[in-house]
């Protein structure tokens, strides 16, 4: 379920991240085309990647959802 909601968001130009440096808390980053989102909270090691996994999710089921 995690990974068929990455791979459509990814075909569809919706790139999720955790932010890139070595030690946490980390943003999550939502790439959306040339729109680029910043979770205003940041999450711990054993959070992140469960969050950004969470936002594919949301935007896998909102976009989906719909057909």
């Known amino acids: 379920e995690d990974r068929e909601a990455m791979y459509w968001c990814h075909a569809n130009g919706i ?18 085309g040339r729109n680029v989102h910043r979770s205003p909270k940041m999450y711990g090691r ?3 990647i469960e969050k950004v996994f969470e936002f594919y999710k949301f935007y896998y089921n909102k ?3 719909k057909k």
């Not at 790139?15 to 939502?30: L, R």
């Open 46 to 48: 054993d959070e992140v």
């Open 63 to 65: 976009e989906v959802g």
């Open 15 to 32: 790139v999720i991240h955790e932010e890139i440096k070595k030690d946490g808390p980390w943003h999550v980053f939502i790439n959306k």
